[in-house]
């Protein structure tokens, strides 16, 4: 009997080893598996509890952005833009395309997606965040620029049609609602260049060019000081210099302008900065605040009121409420004046500044255009 308990015994204390040994094992495993799958130190930067990149809030800022809300619904613009050359800056897979090409070659892109976080950077490839490209640009005009880290966004923010190439006389009919710049000038205009320049006139530039290193991303990215910022649409990520709040007030980004222009502030209930203007441009009796001059000046060719220069006569470029005019007169043709205007009407409502991109180029170009189709127009105050 003695010898069967001592079988027994040895039997279990087998059994126990045995267990003892298998939960070692598990124990061992887990814990070497855990250390398979920490992150490498360089990825805490971004992903780990204290980061030194503030992703988060890049993100929701870049979530209230128009490069991520397109058109009305966000999303939309890299499926309605898919080709002809637009994915270049309507979808994120046409610009890297376009960066390591140096051109479009894809007739479209089969599964397109909005520009997004690895459009302007890689930091899976290159260990950080800066931009993807910084190397000058070159206009459609030809002119080559450099805009420091700004560069980056003369890629897309710029005109896609030469004035000296479509500026002439034209029938009626061949003239789209699609004519002009193309929705994004504003390269253009901070360097100068791009507005049809009437013969015999000599045009200039604002300090804008010099001072703003980086030019776009020097202002644009600026973050409002303080507190109360209000919105995550202002600045930073959002690019946006102000948003206006359901309750239908104004917040406008003054940070980046405050080291040159002291004491700078809001116009009250606008989106406009109160810096006076040198005169009275847009000739209505009354020096006001330079984008509020601004603002006159583009009146005078399309204004609510239905009486802009371009909105005259029955066969006028814009209806009395501001829509384009479709003509279906086969004979009718616009006059080269008239293409002028047109033109630089919609290089300047599309850059959408009022001026602040460049503002002497911006009322020497307004007032030579208005003058062209009004020789009545005081044009005594042009700054030279």
Known sequence: MKTINNAHNFHALHTLLLILLGLLA????????????????????????????????AKEQYLNSGHYLGFAKKGTHAWYS????????????????????GKIESDYIEWPSQPGCFTCHNPHENGDFELRTTKPVTLVSGVQ????????????????????????????????????????????????????EFPGKVYKNSGHRIEAKDSCIDCHMALPKGRYRSTPALGGHSFFLSDRHENGDVSLLTAP?????AGIKQLKGTRFFNVPAGDDYDGDGTIEAAQVEVEGLIARLVNAEGNGLL???????????????????????????????????????????????????????????????????DTSTRPE
């Open 145 to 196: 620029v450099d805009l420091g880290k700004g560069t980056f966004c003369a890629n897309c923010h710029q005109a896609r049609t030469a004035p000296e190439n479509v500026v002439k006389p034209t029938l009626a009919m061949k003239v789209s609602s699609h004519f002009g710049p193309h929705h994004g000038p504003q390269a253009n205009l901070f360097v100068g260049n791009g507005a049809y």
């Open 82 to 101: 898919n080709g002809g050359g637009c994915q270049k800056c309507h979808t994120h897979e046409g610009f890297l395309e376009f960066t390591q090409l």
């Open 26 to 57: 598990i124990l061992y495993s887990s814990d070497a598996q855990a250390k398979a799958i920490a992150f490498p130190a360089e990825c805490t930067a971004c992903h780990g509890p204290e980061p030194r990149y503030q992703l988060k809030g």
């Open 311 to 377: 909105q005259k006569g029955p066969q006028a470029l814009f209806t009395a409420t501001g829509d384009w005019n479709v003509i279906q007169d086969l004979e009718l043709e616009r006059s080269t004046a008239e293409m002028a205007a047109l033109f630089n009407y919609k290089f300047f409502v599309e850059d959408r500044s009022m001026g602040a991109h460049n503002l002497i180029y911006t009322v020497q170009v307004l007032m030579d255009t208005i003058s062209i189709l009004d020789p009545e127009f």
């Open 257 to 261: 302008c405050e080291s040159c222009h």
